[in-house]
């Protein structure tokens, strides 16, 4: 008897520590600019010149594809009020399904952010702990609330693209909000500083003009069958580390 409850507490032992996110896996270190790109779509800034690319080529949603069809690179940097993203994305159509941003969002085509500001992981669909913006063509920007409702958080995220044939060119600036944002009286963003971790995780919904997304490519390996977990579950998340 004894022996049976010491085993069932050693499981459940490994399912509780199993869900706590590995801090230290899948980290990037992100360099530090002084002054903030201009958000045009167009990576003119000499900064992203020295900055490495960073693939988008984790299926997560869909059947495999064509080079053509989709693929995805991107370039980090940071400054104590945001985030910024250098994006390249080709899509051979782009396609936004529904006009209404907050109605079936996921099956348009958009640019998805994971953020969790503490580096924390653990579940986030019905809560602030983390977030999953989804940035459409238009610059709309969703996530669920507290309430379980879709919502816009258009402060949290600003975005620009350029597109020449079937490669488009986005910049993105992400000002990073705690799980504690939306109960002071102003916006406050984080203030960003050296050494801080953030959660991190990139990806694209790719329709082309099917009913529902054919795609969803991340940036972040997910082991396990379902993939499709970032929206819920910050635990999947990589790791940014700020670098002065
Ligand atoms: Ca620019
Ligand atoms: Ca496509
Ligand atoms: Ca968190
Ligand atoms: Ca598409």
């Known amino acids: 008897m004894k022996t049976t409850l010491l085993l069932v507490f050693l499981i459940m032992l490994c399912a509780c520590s199993a869900v706590h996110k590995k801090q230290d896996t899948q980290i990037t270190e992100v360099i530090h600019i002084e002054t903030a790109p201009v958000l045009d779509g167009k990576a003119m800034e000499n900064f992203w010149n020295l900055i490495e690319w960073q693939s988008i080529d984790q299926n997560w949603i869909g059947g495999p ?16 009020n945001a985030l910024y993203i250098l994006l390249e994305i080709t899509d051979d159509v782009l396609y936004d399904k529904n006009e209404d941003p907050l109605k079936l969002w996921w099956n348009d085509d958009c640019v998805e952010i994971f953020i969790d500001e503490d580096n924390s992981g653990g579940l986030h669909q019905f809560n602030y702990n983390a977030f999953a913006y989804h940035v459409a063509l238009d610059g709309n920007v969703v996530d669920i609330t507290e309430e379980e409702e879709p ?17 488009s060119t986005w910049e993105l600036e992400v000002k990073i909000f705690d799980e504690d944002f939306y109960k002071k009286k102003v916006l406050e963003p984080t203030i960003l500083k050296p050494d801080k971790k953030i959660g991190f995780a990139l990806a694209y919904c790719d329709n082309d003009q099917s009913v529902e997304r054919e795609n969803f490519i991340g940036s972040i390996f997910v082991p396990g069958e379902d993939k499709n977990q970032g929206w819920i579950n910050a635990d999947i998340f990589g790791t940014l580390v700020l670098k002065k």
């Open 65 to 80: 594809y064509e080079h053509e069809d989709f693929n995805g690179k991107y370039k980090l940097a940071w400054n104590e």
């Open 151 to 167: 919502a816009l958080f258009n402060e949290h995220v600003t975005s620009a693209h350029t597109t020449e044939g079937n490669l």
